[in-house]
């Protein structure tokens, strides 16, 4: 079973609290995007094997979005982090490479 840690109240909630929201950190197209950005905003999106950041919704709880890094693999987690956060955080990064040397935000598994 999926348990994240909601970085807003400290709960460790199981997914059936959860809401999945997706990929994070996605940038949304803007109006002046072309019909192409917008469908690849739309409809694209990562399905890695392995290291992946996604967003959730502590819905049973205090319904607040935040971000969590897991392996789609194992379900191992690699920590949570606020929904405003741009990018993950350092030490979520440096939590993947303790447990996956050589992984790389750019390259990936």
């Not at 970085?7 to 019909?35: F, K």
């Not at 905003?41 to 971000?67: M, S, T």
Request: net charge negative; proline share 7%.
């Amino acid at each position: 079973m999926l348990i994240l840690t909601c970085p807003y109240c400290g709960v460790a909630a199981d997914e059936t609290e959860l809401a999945p929201g997706g990929e994070a950190h996605l940038t949304r197209a803007g109006v002046e995007s072309s019909d192409e950005d917008f469908e690849a905003y739309l409809f694209q999106r990562k399905n890695p094997k392995g290291v992946h950041f996604e967003r959730w919704r502590h819905a049973n709880g205090c319904g607040k979005w935040f971000h969590a890094a897991r392996c789609t693999v194992t379900n191992e987690v690699f920590g949570t982090y606020p929904a405003q956060t741009l990018e993950p955080p350092k030490e979520i990064l440096d939590e993947i490479v303790a447990r996956r040397p050589g992984w790389t935000l750019e390259t990936g598994p």
